[in-house]
């Protein structure tokens, strides 16, 4: 644990990785005290407050007691810092059997991030049972989930305990659970509250023992906002609340993503016997493959990786004319829109807009880019960046320079 102390409350030294807290010899004003903790604070301290230094002491102590990682399977990959960070949130979330409310656009890892929860939870040695409540009718949902009586309903010849009974001592993943029609939704609180079940066309009520895990790639706020779902139910869901990172957001792992398709890709499909197996990506498919927006995700970028080994006719590695068309359309289009009106006015409007966060990240993004471009070097990397880019004429790799001390980047392009 690092302590990072101050005489002024003004956020500077903040380490860049592991636990910190900060000791300010005055008190350090709200929006501070969020950013701090934004920013990995453990805990702040101002120094006349009241038993300072027991605390302080304390969460030294605490920082010394670490719970174990557990195991990340080799088939998750997660290198960038926003997917570590994630790692960390679904291993505390596992360590309890609290419902998580697990959200992030579509192809980011819901489904996967739910499975490594339940896998790392003690509930492991039972089922988990993941629940499309899209794919369901709304009138078969009731009876999917909770079971029926034989003769609850015309067609119903067998009784049936449904999916959440098939779950007991297990795990529960309700999957876009924005999907779930208004009148299940108070059934839905009630056996979320009292832990107990009952078939259709019964009245007998068995006690269940499930955790309760949801996903959806909707704004629930916005949904509750209008209408169309519950506040009670999205307050015990999201009792915990993951949010899965874009994989715009996570370009370190989009190389590490891309050969870990390539492998799958072979582990199903054997090379045809004069092709040679595809084996990497040249450097400039990659950076096309890093710049590109990923609506769909990691469920799209496999899709690019497969539709490319499928259609590549020569050669072991991809090359930038292997990929799909609209990565390149889309990387001409880049160039007269860098940032999305549309994402700004949204985020705006659903109170999630982080200014500085964005500003800085568009920085790191376009420093990152230079630098790779000018093989790390600050004065070619400046004249990419544009002027804001460009130091003084006696030191014209100044700026650069003082951008990536404070960015954190490496010559090399990386974080
Ligand atoms: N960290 C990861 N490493 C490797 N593959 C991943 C990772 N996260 C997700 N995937 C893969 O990405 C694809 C999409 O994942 P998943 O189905 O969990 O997404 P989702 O968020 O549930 O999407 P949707 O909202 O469309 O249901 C799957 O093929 C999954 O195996
Ligand atoms: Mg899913």
């Given amino acids: 644990m690092t302590v990072v102390c101050s005489a002024r409350p003004r956020l500077e030294g903040a380490p860049?990785?592991?636990?910190?807290?900060?000791l300010c010899e005055q008190a350090v004003p709200v929006d501070m005290l969020r950013l701090a903790?934004?920013?990995?604070?453990?805990?702040?301290f101002h120094k006349g407050s009241r038993d300072w230094e027991a605390r302080l002491l304390r969460r030294l102590e605490e920082s010394l007691v670490e719970a174990p990682a557990p195991r990340v399977p080799a088939t998750f990959i997660a290198h960038s810092a926003a997917a570590k960070a994630l790692l960390a949130q679904l291993a505390q979330a596992a360590?309890?059997?609290?419902?998580?409310?697990?959200?992030?656009?579509?192809?980011?890892?819901?489904?996967?991030?739910?499975?490594?929860?339940?896998?790392?939870?003690?509930r492991r040695s039972h089922t988990f049972v993941p629940i499309n409540c899209a794919a369901i009718p709304d009138e078969l949902m009731e009876g999917e989930l909770f079971g029926y009586a034989k003769g609850a309903f015309s067609g119903a010849v067998h009784g049936y305990d449904g999916l959440v009974s098939a779950a007991e001592g297990g795990t529960v993943l309700l999957d876009e659970i924005d999907d779930?029609?208004?009148?299940?939704?108070?059934?839905?609180?009630?056996?979320?509250?009292?832990?107990?079940?009952?078939?259709?066309?019964?009245?007998?009520?068995?006690?269940?023992d499930f955790r309760i895990l949801a996903a959806t790639n909707r704004d629930l706020k916005q949904l509750i906002e209008r209408g169309l779902f519950g506040?009670?139910?999205?307050?015990?869901?999201?009792?915990?609340?993951?949010h899965l990172p874009p994989l715009r957001e996570r370009q370190e792992d989009v190389e590490p993503l891309v050969l870990h398709w390539l492998e799958r890709y072979y582990a199903v499909e054997a090379p045809a016997p004069d092709h040679p197996r595809v084996r990497s990506a040249t450097s400039e498919a990659l950076e096309v493959l890093r710049a590109y927006p990923w609506p769909g995700n990691i469920r799209e970028l496999r899709n690019a990786i497969y539709g490319a080994l499928v259609a590549k006719r020569a050669g072991d590695?991809?090359?930038?004319?292997?990929?799909?068309?609209?990565?390149w359309q889309r990387e001409r289009a880049n160039t007269s829109a860098l940032v999305s009106a549309q994402e700004v006015e949204r985020r705006v409007a659903s109170g999630t807009m982080n200014l500085r966060?964005?500003?800085?990240?568009?920085?790191?993004?376009?420093?990152?880019?230079?630098?790779?471009r000018a093989g790390g070097n600050a004065s070619e990397a400046a004249r990419l960046l544009g002027e804001v880019g460009r130091g003084r004429?006696?030191?014209?790799?100044?700026?650069?320079?003082?951008m990536m001390k404070r960015l954190g980047a490496s010559p090399r392009g990386g974080a």
Avoid at 16 to 22: A, E, I, L, R, T
Avoid at 37 to 44: F, K, S, T
Avoid at 320 to 327: E, I, N, V, Y
């Fill in 357 to 372: 966060a964005e500003l800085e990240r568009l920085e790191r993004l376009a420093l990152q880019a230079a630098l790779r």
């Fill in 317 to 327: 590695e991809l090359l930038l004319s292997d990929l799909p068309r609209r990565l």
């Fill in 37 to 44: 903790v934004e920013q990995g604070a453990v805990d702040v």
């Fill in 95 to 122: 360590r309890t059997s609290m419902p998580v409310l697990l959200t992030g656009e579509t192809g980011t890892g819901k489904e996967v991030a739910a499975r490594l929860i339940h896998e790392w939870s003690e």
């Fill in 180 to 208: 779930t029609p208004h009148a299940l939704q108070s059934k839905l609180l009630r056996v979320l509250e009292d832990r107990v079940i009952s078939r259709l066309g019964e009245n007998a009520w068995r006690k269940v």
């Fill in 16 to 22: 860049k990785s592991g636990p910190w807290v900060w």
């Fill in 231 to 242: 506040e009670d139910l999205y307050e015990r869901l999201a009792t915990v609340q993951l």
């Fill in 393 to 402: 004429a006696k030191d014209p790799g100044g700026t650069v320079r003082t």
